[in-house]
């Protein structure tokens, strides 16, 4: 995360999901990853940084804090975090550079060591195999073994992950193996949501105990099942990654089977989900394809 980034339509999304999973229960440690910009990269803002009406309707006075720090001259981290958006959060906002890795990444351990979830905001994600660990690129990515050593002292991760252009089922195949990797056995469970609007942006949960998985699990539904997912702003990501067989698409609504609750009526009237009927049999699909109403 860098300074000139601060309050645009990434951090709304990502705050959202913060005060959701504080809303839960969890307390929340924030590592903004925060880097410094190579030269060129500065020159090259690119100026949309007001939240858009259609959504800021999701949460305007989140919406407002954002617009006005990405409108000032005082474009920062730290203006996020004294904008009173997470009251109870812990925040490590100190540089990383190569040099001083190693340090750093202990310090942060140190400053967020008592809270449930820290969540990582890296500018593009978990290291790929094409990124060197001593590169100028390198500070852009989490190293696995940082989310290995907050699994290890049983906090909760979230992770940013820019979408990168490969195809989806390609892309989650290959995150989902590099944080099982990353989390050496410690991990209860990797959920994910998506935020598709502009460049793809997704997180990754990965809890380290059921309650924790299940705080995630309720924080993700209140966002897609709410007026963000209403919006069309975010939406669950299934994992393992699921596709449609019939027309290949990704837009799924998963068939709930059972007496149906109210709340499970109300998630089906609201179109979240398919209700399936009171029996489920051995080959009772899953799924129901949101674009050509496929049932697999
Ligand atoms: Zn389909």
Redesign the pocket.
Known sequence: MQDRYAGDIGDFGKLALLKALAREGLSIGVNWYKTAPAEKEALNADGKFLIPERFAVCDPELAGKLNSISSSERRSIAALENANILPDAFYYSTQMAVENRREWHQEALNKLSNVDLVFLDPDNGLLVKSVGRKSAKSIKYVFPEEIFDYLNKNQSILLYQHRCRKKPALYFDERLQSLKAAARGKAWSIQAIAFPKGSIRDYFAISVNPDHDAKIRNAFESLAYGIWGDQGFCRLQPLPYVQ??????DRLKPIVYGMPSAAALELEQNGHIVLGGCCIEEHSPNWQ??????KF
Request: aromatic share 0%.
């Open positions: 449609c067989p019939s027309c290949g698409r394809c949101s674009s050509c109403s496929c």
